[in-house]
């Protein structure tokens, strides 16, 4: 199981479009009672993968969301000291970006990686709704979505906030 999802989050990198119906044929794969029955009997009574699949599911949830935060973390970061910098230096403007661009470099690299994690998400919750309805599957992903991950991700957005009322405070 592990070595299909390192695959799968290794596609999804290379190719999401791609992974994206790899994941979409096999949820309608999962409309047939024939396979769902026997695709069941092999994950959840041979292997017994489904504790696996809930902890997998909660994992890459919370990967997103650190993702996410990171993503906007970075770029809040990057325009924080950018305007701040252009505010009491007079350097380049090339210099400054130059300075920061590590900032820009992770946030980017985070949101690069947001969609292929959701995409095993939903590879994930595909296969726990083979045991389980597509609603209950649905209805756990969304219970793992804690009130530690929206406060993370509103604390995230605090440079731009911060930002906002530099600017303001600077034009009066």
Request: aromatic content about 16%.
């Amino acid at each position: 199981m592990y070595e299909h999802i390192k695959d799968l989050f290794s596609l999804s990198r290379q190719n999401k479009f791609c992974a994206f119906l790899i994941i979409l044929t096999l949820h309608i794969c999962t409309i047939n009672e024939k396979f769902r029955a026997k695709l069941d009997w092999l994950l959840y009574t041979k292997y017994q993968l489904y504790g696996l699949v809930e902890m997998l599911v909660y994992a890459f949830c919370t990967f997103a969301v650190v993702l996410i935060c990171a993503n906007i973390l970075c770029k809040g970061m990057f325009h924080l000291c950018f305007s701040i910098e252009c505010d009491y230096t007079i350097p380049q403007m090339y210099e400054i970006r130059q300075k920061y661009q590590c900032l820009l470099r992770f946030g980017n690299t985070a949101e690069v990686l947001v969609l292929p994690s959701l995409l095993v998400e939903y590879f994930l919750l595909t296969i726990m709704s083979v045991h389980n309805s597509w609603e209950y599957s649905m209805n756990y992903a969304l219970d793992q979505i804690s009130i530690l991950h929206q406060i993370a991700v509103l604390l995230s957005f605090l440079p731009f906030a911060i930002l906002d009322v530099y600017e303001k405070k600077i034009k009066k």
